[in-house]
């Protein structure tokens, strides 16, 4: 089953994306000034959540990977979650707020890859109950 293979790699690909998100989100909240400073003009509510869904991703990565149904939904709930924060961004940039150019490609890449692995999750649930 080629969904299951994708599926697989894209599970640990979670897992990893979801810890180095939870270690450098961390080391940005909680580093202290100089840390901080090299994150820029970080918007503290994506920074907040990319911190806390970066648990969420290991969850739904491991859950995945063990091929539990619930993480088929999560999936497709941090997608959704993730495009509710880039509507957010969007709004506080089109309000003149301060950002970093990589919070849009960060935004993207966390949109594109969630809504990629809900699509082969889904796909590969089909292909099982069938």
């Known amino acids: 089953m080629p969904h ?4 697989a790699l894209l ?11 939870v270690v450098n989100g961390g080391r940005v909240l909680f580093g202290g000034a ?7 003009q970080a918007v503290d ?5 990319n911190f806390l869904a970066g648990f ?3 969850a739904v990565g491991l859950g995945l990977w063990r091929r539990r149904r619930w993480a088929v939904h999560g999936a497709a709930l941090l997608a959704l979650a993730t495009a509710s924060i880039a509507v957010l961004f ?7 707020g301060a950002y970093e ?3 849009v490609g960060a935004l993207t890449l966390r949109l594109s890859f969630w809504s990629a692995l809900a ?3 889904r796909r590969a649930a089909q292909s099982t109950t069938r």
């Open 4 to 7: 299951r293979r994708l599926l």
């Open 11 to 21: 599970a640990a690909l979670a897992i990893a994306f979801g810890a180095l998100t």
């Open 34 to 40: 100089e840390a901080r400073a090299a994150a820029g």
């Open 45 to 49: 509510f994506v920074l907040w959540f």
């Open 56 to 58: 969420a991703y290991v």
């Open 90 to 96: 969007g709004l506080h940039v089109l309000s003149g």
């Open 101 to 103: 150019l990589r919070t």
């Open 119 to 121: 699509l082969v999750a």
